[in-house]
């Protein structure tokens, strides 16, 4: 997928996120989002699952609503480091310690393109 067509998706869910639950119509009035290039990009959207239909509307179609639960989910790395992030400086370095008293360090490997010493 080219930039301009993911940034172009990026800025429907945006949108979707900021104004719904609505219908396209209903989206393209209230964003600076034509509807030509919003429903195109609602149809990829409820493919990807970020946005789902949450209802109809008799006169403009299907309602739309965005899942921010998709993209707000912390992944494990992420509840890890907001978990050592809360605790204090010495604990952290303790548990710092123990994770490379445990685990040894990492091998430093030369940067590309560097030369190494001739033993």
Do not use: K, Y
Not at 66 to 90: F, G
Request: charged letters at 20%; aromatic letters at 2%; one cysteine or more.
């Amino acid at each position: 997928m080219p930039d301009t067509d993911l940034r172009d998706l990026l800025r429907a869910f945006a949108a979707w996120l900021h104004h719904g639950p609505c219908t396209v119509r209903q989206l393209a009035g209230r964003s600076d989002l034509p509807m030509i290039e919003l429903h195109p990009r609602t149809l990829e959207l409820a493919r990807l699952g970020a946005v789902r239909e949450a209802g109809q509307s008799a006169a403009d179609g299907p309602i739309w609503s965005a899942s921010p639960d998709l993209v707000a989910a912390p992944t494990a790395a992420d509840v890890v480091q907001r978990t050592l992030n809360t605790l204090a400086i010495p604990d952290q370095v303790s548990i710092a310690a123990a994770i490379m008293a445990r685990h040894g360090r990492r091998p430093r490997h030369p940067a590309p393109g560097a030369e190494l010493p001739l033993a």
